[in-house]
């Protein structure tokens, strides 16, 4: 009996070092499978940036998505009860499952841009024995300045939403700080309200669900708010910059991109 032959697929997550892996590993699987699961609720610079990857790599970009629920179905089963760091059922509903319905039952590696920078993180790791995990950037010991240097040689350069906002996913992330939710409303103010429309205040039990810590979308918003907002975040940075040693040109370019831990390694890499 014949064994399937083993998939090579690369889950683009729309961010700097997912996209990095995908131009370093074009020319050496060139049977590499591309997909990026599509939550239907990325921000437009999202798709833009996919789009120009999909021109670079000359290949198709998968948009793998969860056919049977979009993010709205899957909460109103939950009542309104909005995903969190502690409850992140949209990355099971609507990026594990599609990309584990895409592969079936088909022997598969599954590429993980994980850096050798930030080895001891921890990827997404299918709990299906038929996908396997590999992590050429820890293997090859590419770091965070060889994927900007990767981006930047490629001609793609970083996702435009880089230059307000750190990290790839849904414009309504739970993982955004409030300057980046400051930095939606003035962008994306459309798809600002829209993520304000999902939260809720439930009169029964005083329970309020929001996105963001013990406040509102609607008390962000306010002016004199997003004044404070700023101020702080300058405060912030003049704080960093001090204590900043530029030693490269590159850091120039990595400066604005935050890699905290804080993160979803689906969604975010
Ligand atoms: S980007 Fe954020 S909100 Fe979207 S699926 Fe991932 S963790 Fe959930």
Same mark, same amino acid.
Not at 164 to 183: A, I
């Given at each position: 009996?014949?064994?399937?032959?083993?998939?090579?697929?690369?889950?683009?997550?729309?961010?700097?070092?997912?996209?990095? @892996?995908?131009?370093?590993?074009?020319?050496?699987?060139?049977?590499?499978?591309?997909?990026?699961?599509?939550?239907?609720?990325? @921000?437009?610079?999202?798709?833009?940036? @996919?789009?120009?990857?999909?021109?670079?790599?000359?290949?198709?970009?998968?948009?793998?998505?969860?056919?049977?629920?979009?993010?709205?179905?899957?909460?109103?089963?939950?009542?309104?009860?909005?995903?969190?760091?502690?409850?992140?059922?949209?990355?099971?509903?609507?990026?594990?499952?599609?990309?584990?319905?895409?592969?079936?039952?088909?022997?598969?590696?599954?590429?993980?841009?994980?850096?050798?920078?930030?080895?001891?993180?921890?990827?997404?790791?299918?709990?299906?024995?038929?996908?396997?995990?590999?992590?050429?950037?820890?293997?090859?010991?590419?770091?965070?300045?060889?994927?900007?240097?990767?981006?930047?040689?490629?001609?793609?350069?970083?996702?435009?939403?880089?230059?307000?906002?750190?990290?790839?996913?849904?414009?309504?992330?739970?993982?955004?700080?409030?300057?980046?939710?400051?930095?939606?409303?003035?962008?994306?103010?459309?798809?600002?309200?829209?993520?304000?429309?999902?939260?809720?205040?439930?009169?029964?039990?005083?329970?309020?669900?929001?996105?963001?810590?013990?406040?509102?979308?609607?008390?962000?918003?306010?002016?004199?708010?997003?004044?404070?907002?700023?101020?702080?975040?300058?405060?912030?940075?003049?704080?960093?910059?001090?204590?900043?040693?530029?030693?490269?040109?590159?850091?120039?370019?990595?400066?604005?991109?935050?890699?905290?831990?804080?993160?979803?390694?689906?969604?975010?890499?």
């Amino acid at each position: 009996m014949n064994e399937k032959p083993t998939r090579h697929i690369l889950s683009l997550s729309g961010g700097k070092d997912s996209t990095a @892996l995908a131009v370093y590993m074009r020319d050496k699987v060139p049977e590499m499978e591309y997909v990026f699961c599509d939550t239907g609720e990325e @921000l437009p610079e999202t798709y833009e940036y @996919l789009d120009k990857v999909e021109a670079y790599l000359g290949r198709e970009i998968r948009r793998l998505k969860n056919n049977r629920e979009g993010f709205a179905d899957l909460l109103a089963a939950r009542k309104g009860f909005l995903p969190s760091p502690a409850a992140r059922w949209c990355t099971q509903y609507l990026k594990i499952v599609p990309f584990e319905q895409y592969v079936g039952d088909d022997p598969a590696i599954s590429y993980i841009a994980i850096r050798a920078d930030e080895a001891h993180r921890k990827g997404y790791l299918s709990t299906k024995a038929n996908i396997r995990a590999r992590y050429p950037f820890i293997e090859d010991g590419i770091t965070k300045s060889d994927v900007t240097r990767l981006l930047y040689d490629s001609g793609l350069g970083m996702p435009s939403y880089y230059e307000w906002r750190s990290r790839s996913g849904c414009y309504f992330c739970f993982f955004q700080q409030r300057n980046e939710w400051v930095g939606l409303l003035e962008r994306h103010p459309d798809l600002f309200w829209k993520a304000a429309a999902y939260e809720k205040f439930d009169s029964t039990t005083g329970q309020r669900y929001t996105w963001v810590p013990r406040e509102s979308l609607e008390e962000l918003a306010k002016p004199e708010r997003v004044r404070q907002i700023q101020a702080d975040l300058d405060k912030r940075e003049a704080t960093r910059q001090g204590a900043k040693v530029r030693n490269t040109l590159l850091d120039l370019f990595t400066e604005d991109v935050s890699d905290s831990e804080e993160g979803c390694l689906i969604c975010h890499l």
